[in-house]
């Protein structure tokens, strides 16, 4: 039997996440989202990761989306860049979630017409 290593994982201490291609390339667009965020405000790379206290390898290593960067990294090179509070867009609007939940309330029942 051979061993097939998948193009999306992730080792993580002794851990190992396998990303799906598309959960990767969401990854990749929020990093370049990021990065497009950076420019537009003519922020250096030094500027951002010294604000962020991280390294710049670390900003580089946000801005193309790896998933082996702490999601406080993120949060760090958002606030550094003005756009923490967009790390509350995440799950907001839980469209599913919202219908399976009004589809298990309890529906009342008439009463009779007498």
Aim: net charge positive; charged share 20%; proline share 4%.
């Amino acid at each position: 039997m051979y061993s097939y290593h998948h193009p999306y994982t992730v080792h993580m201490g002794q851990k190992t996440v396998v990303l799906l291609p598309s959960v990767a390339a969401k990854l990749e667009t929020m990093g370049h989202q990021i990065k497009l965020a950076r420019l537009r405000r003519s922020l250096p790379v030094e500027l951002v990761a010294e604000r962020a206290g991280i390294s710049r390898a670390t900003l580089w290593a946000v801005e193309k989306g790896s998933p082996s960067v702490s999601m406080g990294a993120y949060v760090q090179v958002l606030l550094a860049i003005g756009l923490v509070d967009d790390i509350l867009l995440i799950a907001k609007d839980d469209i599913l979630g919202r219908k399976l939940q009004d589809l298990s309330l309890p529906v009342g029942k008439r009463a009779s017409k007498r």
